[in-house]
């Protein structure tokens, strides 16, 4: 079974950097897509950066310039530099992965349990 497990989240001052690693475990015959989404409360889940198999990566307008998506598929690990951090980057980060588990298998979305940036102005 596939599981998604953040870490790297807590609490930064306005300015700071941290740096979210999500590790994908279990059934894994290839993974496609990756990326990072963040939901703040009362607000919808929004798309943060996402980065293909082959490398290539977009950002949403408002932490571009300042976060950096890569990924480690020796590892099945992604990861989001966040610098200049701001108190409106405030969210729960979740993780993301396009997955098929086995080569029987369809490909489908994957989702961490989320990980917690706290940012103070």
């Known amino acids: 079974q596939v599981q998604l497990v953040e870490s790297g989240g807590g609490l930064v001052q306005a300015g700071g950097s941290l740096r979210l690693s999500c590790v994908v475990s279990?059934?894994?015959?290839?993974?496609?897509?990756m990326g990072w989404y963040r939901q703040a409360p009362g607000k919808q889940r929004e798309l943060v950066a996402a980065?293909?198999?082959?490398?290539?990566?977009n950002y949403a307008d408002s932490v571009k310039g300042r976060f950096t998506i890569s990924r480690d598929n020796a590892k099945n690990t992604v990861y989001l530099q966040m610098n200049s951090l701001k108190p409106e980057d405030t969210a729960i980060y979740y993780c993301?992965?396009?997955?098929?588990?086995?080569?029987?298998?369809?490909?489908?979305?994957?989702w961490g349990q989320g990980t917690q940036v706290t940012v103070s102005s």
């Open positions: 279990g059934s894994i015959f290839s993974i496609n897509a």
């Open positions: 993301n992965a396009r997955i098929k588990p086995t080569l029987w298998s369809t490909t489908n979305d994957y």
């Open positions: 980065i293909t198999n082959n490398g290539g990566s």
